[in-house]
């Protein structure tokens, strides 16, 4: 987790890999707030662009920026799990699975294993977002 930045806003920006299906249809069903802001990670917007310089990978994991502060993989997996609405079968499984820190931790590994795993068999490359600063 990065350092909070107090001149952002409490929004709730969600950083994704846009060309990866599992992670689209993540990002379009969790259910936080009316605030929350999609983006995808191949994209280009000045919070990738602080999220990189912060040294966060985004094929190592999804990152959300919440009330200014920057969470990774599966920190920002289960924050947003305990964002969720407490009403609705969707978020009430969101928040079973990762609302436990260990669990998300636990589980994290293997859910981005998959996501490389279809990646690959998509043919799709990495988003290499630290590379390009090298």
């Known amino acids: 987790m990065a350092d909070p930045d107090p001149s952002a806003a409490d929004d709730t920006v969600l950083i994704y890999d846009g060309r990866c299906p599992v992670c689209v249809a993540y990002s379009g069903a969790v259910d936080v707030n009316e605030s929350l802001r999609r983006i995808d990670a191949r994209g280009n ?50 928040r079973l699975l990762f609302g436990s820190r260990p669990i998300a931790q636990v589980s994290y590994p293997f859910l981005r294993a998959g996501r490389n795993i279809l990646l690959r068999l998509r043919g799709v490359g990495k988003i290499g977002n630290l590379d390009r600063t090298a």
Do not use: C, E, Q, S
């Open 45 to 94: 917007d000045a919070i990738l662009a602080d999220a990189t310089a912060k040294g966060l990978d985004f094929d190592d994991g999804m990152v959300v920026r919440h009330r200014g502060r920057l969470y990774h993989g599966a920190d920002a997996l289960h924050l947003m799990a305990t964002l969720a609405p407490r009403t609705g079968l969707r978020n009430r499984l969101n």
